[in-house]
């Protein structure tokens, strides 16, 4: 069965702080990894990795994919308020004509003046 | 507004009840998605459409659950004899899938449902 496993579960931080949240998988015929901000209401897209290596920067967020030890980081430098919610790390699978998320639990971000 | 639109966005009923919630996916998105989350986890898969074809159930999805997308547009979720463990958010999300597989799911907002 595919399993997504993200650390830390919470965290909490200064303005101003970088922050490195990290996600591992085991996954049936790995297609790519999503990264998804959820605040009070649904997730919103971050990004999709597909490929080992290669950075994908938006503002002051990053992420990388590690296809060899099976795992991706997300940071975020320069913390504000805004960026307090949770991180959901997404790997997406394809078994048969199946092509379903599968997420681990999350890691909380608190963002504090 | 172009996104992902979920209806209601609650819902409170008693146990036993049946409830049908609604998904509009974005315009031309042939993939539809449900996924439950319950408190302090991620979203759980429950089915998958491709156009109007159910391709995939989660185990999850046991036979009071039943999903439909009639051409291919909108779905529905309907719970039959409702439990008070399928107090959850239902989420629907959609994408666009021209092969590869790596198509990227959009998010709606979401039904709350609180089974009393």
């Known amino acids: 069965e595919d399993k997504v496993v993200q650390s830390p579960l919470s965290l909490v931080v200064h303005e101003g702080d970088t922050v490195t949240l990290n996600c591992s998988y085991e996954?049936?015929?790995?297609?790519?990894l999503l990264w998804y901000k959820q605040e009070k209401k649904a997730p919103t897209f971050l990004f999709m990795l597909?490929?080992?290596?290669i950075e994908k920067k938006s503002g002051r967020l990053s992420s990388i994919l590690d296809k060899k030890e099976l795992s991706s980081i997300l940071n975020i430098t320069a913390t504000q308020t805004g960026d307090s919610a949770i991180y959901l790390c997404?790997?997406?699978?394809?078994?048969?004509?199946?092509?379903?998320?599968?997420f681990g639990t999350g890691t909380r971000l608190q963002v504090t003046l | 507004d172009t996104g992902v639109s979920q209806n209601p966005r609650h819902k409170i009923t008693k146990r036993g009840q049946n409830v049908t919630f609604r998904c509009d996916p974005i315009s031309e998105h042939n993939r539809l998605y449900w996924y439950r989350q319950t408190l302090g986890q991620g979203p759980e898969f429950l089915t998958y459409f491709q156009n109007e074809a159910q391709l995939e159930k989660s185990r999850l999805l046991s036979d009071r659950f039943s999903a439909e997308r009639p051409k291919g547009s909108f779905s529905t979720l309907e719970i039959q004899r409702t439990e008070q463990g399928d107090s959850a958010m239902y989420l629907c999300?959609?994408?666009?899938?021209?092969?590869?597989?790596?198509?990227?799911?959009?998010f709606g907002p979401g039904t709350r449902l609180t089974v009393l």
């Open positions: 997404a790997v997406l699978g394809n078994t048969g004509t199946a092509s379903k998320l599968t």
């Open positions: 999300a959609s994408s666009l899938a021209l092969g590869g597989g790596t198509d990227t799911q959009y």
């Open positions: 996954v049936t015929n790995f297609r790519s």
């Open positions: 597909t490929s080992s290596g």
